[in-house]
């Protein structure tokens, strides 16, 4: 049995995983059963996948899904003892998954997860460790005031320390924990579900640490396109579920707020011109316009994502 199961989802982005996949064989010695989840792949790239890459598990994903759902296909067939996710526009210049694994030999029995500091290809870290999110810290964060490169109790600490939640782009986790805490929540299409597996690991009386002498390049970034106007209230309706605990009066509350600034929002291309789809005014505009229709919606994450999908790409 291997030790360690690698779960990467890839969107038909072979520019991206090649490289992933070269420095997670080429800087670990640890014996990795790898599984790469082929997220709505042409059949040309998926070919290529399986000829490059003959001793990688693939697992055909053809329907629109989420973050959640697709690692999830990967993660109930695993047979390592550890999980490493990570994803695919990540590149490894150290054995990330060996330094990782080498901490649990330190830690306390309780220990589930280990992740590395997350840098930006300029250096910037991107997280080192996570403080607990809060509904005042989604707000906060909402309106743009959460840096989480700030040091806190729970971050941006020197060497092994205890934090609370994790990153999705890397993290590693002992898989009969993951198994226990149910995988990732599907309730979640695009966030905070990595978020959410650190606070249930918590609440199932397990710690979550990081270490920021293990460091993994994130690329992150990149332009805003059309699907902006399907993502991003999709991320609003999981946060505001997870946010509010359930509790009706709570997501009311978050969710005025959040309705309040994105109508402020859309104030701002009142007067701009929006006759191109593709123009940065109306991929915003419309994205707020989406935001507002979704959050006092019944239906789930992955049904908004759905339905403004498929209303992006009908002509």
Same mark, same amino acid.
């Given at each position: 049995?291997?030790?360690?199961?690698?779960?990467?989802?890839?969107?038909?982005?072979?520019?991206?995983?090649?490289?992933?996949?070269?420095?997670?064989?080429?800087?670990?010695?640890?014996?990795?059963?790898?599984?790469?989840?082929?997220?709505?792949?042409?059949?040309?790239?998926?070919?290529?996948?399986?000829?490059?890459?003959?001793?990688?598990?693939?697992?055909?994903?053809?329907?629109?899904?989420?973050?959640?759902?697709?690692?999830? $296909?990967?993660?109930?067939?695993?047979?390592?003892?550890?999980?490493?996710?990570?994803?695919?526009?990540?590149?490894?210049?150290?054995?990330?998954?060996?330094?990782?694994?080498?901490?649990?030999?330190?830690?306390?029995?309780?220990?589930?997860?280990?992740?590395?500091?997350?840098?930006?290809?300029?250096?910037?870290?991107?997280?080192?460790?996570?403080?607990?999110?809060?509904?005042?810290?989604?707000?906060?964060?909402?309106?743009?005031?959460?840096?989480?490169?700030?040091?806190?109790?729970?971050?941006?600490?020197?060497?092994?320390?205890?934090?609370?939640?994790?990153?999705?782009?890397?993290?590693?986790?002992?898989?009969?924990?993951?198994?226990?805490?149910?995988?990732?929540?599907?309730?979640?299409?695009?966030?905070?579900?990595?978020?959410?597996?650190?606070?249930?690991?918590?609440?199932?009386?397990?710690?979550?640490?990081?270490?920021?002498?293990?460091?993994?390049?994130?690329?992150?970034?990149?332009?805003?396109?059309?699907?902006?106007?399907?993502?991003?209230?999709?991320?609003?309706?999981?946060?505001?579920?997870?946010?509010?605990?359930?509790?009706?009066?709570?997501?009311?509350?978050?969710?005025?707020?959040?309705?309040?600034?994105?109508?402020?929002?859309? $104030?701002?291309? $009142?007067?701009?011109?929006?006759?191109?789809?593709?123009?940065?005014?109306?991929?915003?505009?419309?994205?707020?316009?989406?935001?507002?229709?979704?959050?006092?919606?019944?239906?789930?994450?992955?049904?908004?994502?759905?339905?403004?999908?498929?209303?992006?790409?009908?002509?």
């Amino acid at each position: 049995m291997p030790r360690v199961s690698v779960v990467i989802v890839c969107m038909d982005r072979p520019d991206l995983l090649n490289p992933c996949l070269e420095g997670l064989f080429a800087r670990n010695r640890t014996e990795l059963e790898v599984w790469v989840v082929a997220y709505l792949f042409s059949e040309e790239n998926l070919a290529r996948l399986r000829a490059d890459w003959p001793s990688v598990k693939v697992v055909e994903s053809r329907e629109l899904r989420g973050f959640s759902e697709n690692n999830n $296909l990967a993660l109930r067939q695993v047979t390592g003892e550890y999980c490493f996710i990570v994803n695919d526009d990540t590149l490894m210049r150290m054995p990330v998954v060996d330094a990782l694994l080498a901490d649990f030999d330190r830690l306390p029995a309780d220990a589930a997860i280990v992740s590395p500091k997350i840098i930006f290809p300029d250096g910037r870290v991107q997280t080192s460790g996570r403080a607990p999110w809060t509904a005042w810290r989604y707000v906060k964060h909402y309106l743009h005031q959460v840096d989480e490169t700030v040091p806190t109790p729970w971050s941006m600490q020197e060497g092994l320390f205890r934090t609370w939640t994790v990153n999705g782009a890397c993290f590693l986790i002992k898989t009969a924990v993951f198994r226990e805490a149910g995988w990732f929540d599907e309730t979640y299409t695009f966030t905070p579900e990595d978020i959410a597996i650190g606070h249930k690991v918590n609440e199932l009386g397990y710690t979550v640490w990081s270490d920021a002498d293990v460091e993994i390049t994130h690329l992150a970034g990149g332009t805003v396109s059309r699907l902006e106007a399907a993502i991003k209230p999709t991320r609003v309706r999981g946060a505001l579920q997870f946010y509010s605990s359930g509790n009706p009066v709570k997501y009311f509350l978050l969710g005025s707020f959040v309705w309040c600034v994105e109508a402020l929002r859309r $104030l701002k291309y $009142l007067f701009a011109d929006r006759s191109d789809p593709g123009s940065h005014a109306a991929i915003m505009d419309a994205t707020s316009k989406n935001v507002m229709r979704s959050v006092f919606t019944k239906r789930t994450s992955k049904e908004i994502f759905t339905q403004l999908y498929h209303e992006i790409h009908t002509p």
